[in-house]
């Protein structure tokens, strides 16, 4: 049986927080959902930096597709 680890997808979104894509990926890998979402304040401290009205985070399960997609940090406005 796999190992299952998650992710914190660091989001950018507009005003009305409808409009969000993925903006980074945190480096870590987390065991348990619970423990992603402990974490998730002070990756939103970090990522302070992105260009957008409204920063989020969200925990994904880690799956062979979502670690392909998994890139390194960007400009600080999503690109």
């Known amino acids: 049986m796999d190992k299952v680890f998650y992710l914190l997808a660091i989001l950018g979104c507009g005003d009305d927080t409808l409009d969000c894509r993925q903006a980074r990926i ?8 619970a423990s992603c979402q402990e974490a998730m ?3 939103l401290r970090r990522n302070a930096d ?3 009205p409204v920063i989020a985070g969200i925990c994904r399960r880690q799956t062979p597709e979502t ?3 998994a890139a390194p940090r960007t400009d600080g ?3």
């Open 77 to 79: 406005r999503g690109r």
């Open 50 to 52: 992105l260009d957008f």
């Open 26 to 33: 945190e480096p870590a890998r987390y065991t348990s959902h």
């Open 67 to 69: 670690a392909r997609q």
């Open 41 to 43: 304040a002070d990756a």
